[in-house]
């Protein structure tokens, strides 16, 4: 990423906990996991974004229950999920858009689903 990309302005938006709340949706959650993935190793990555997602849903009062708030399993699930997705396809192009037009949540489910039964075959 460059300096001063819209990307750019969306992480630190994120980060400095200035996203506006009704933004941030699970879209963003996974521009957010893509964005890391791509400059960060997974581990770090993961540490990353599960710091941040936990931080910002402090700064702005989300509750942490089993209905909304921080999710370990989720947040580890869609980073392995798109961790594999980038992998698969690699990055968009440079000016695209931080999500790929094919990177939907269907496709990527569906890649990682079939990885999975090659690998328990």
């Given at each position: ?16 906990c200035t ?56 947040t ?5 999920l ?25 496709r ?14």
């Open positions: 990423m460059t300096n001063g990309s819209p990307d750019d302005a969306f992480l630190r938006a994120f980060e400095d996203l506006p709340f009704a933004e941030w949706r699970h879209r963003a959650h996974i521009k957010v996991a893509y964005l890391y993935l791509r400059q960060l190793p997974f581990p770090e990555a993961l540490e990353k974004i599960r710091a941040n997602i936990k931080r910002y849903n402090a700064a702005t009062n989300t509750p942490e229950t089993l209905e909304r708030g921080y999710h370990e399993t989720m580890v699930a869609w980073m392995r798109v961790d594999f997705t980038l992998h698969e396809y690699g990055p968009a192009a440079r000016g695209a858009p931080a999500l790929p037009s094919g990177w939907t949540s269907c990527v489910r569906a890649n990682c689903a079939r990885r999975a039964s090659k690998s328990s075959s």
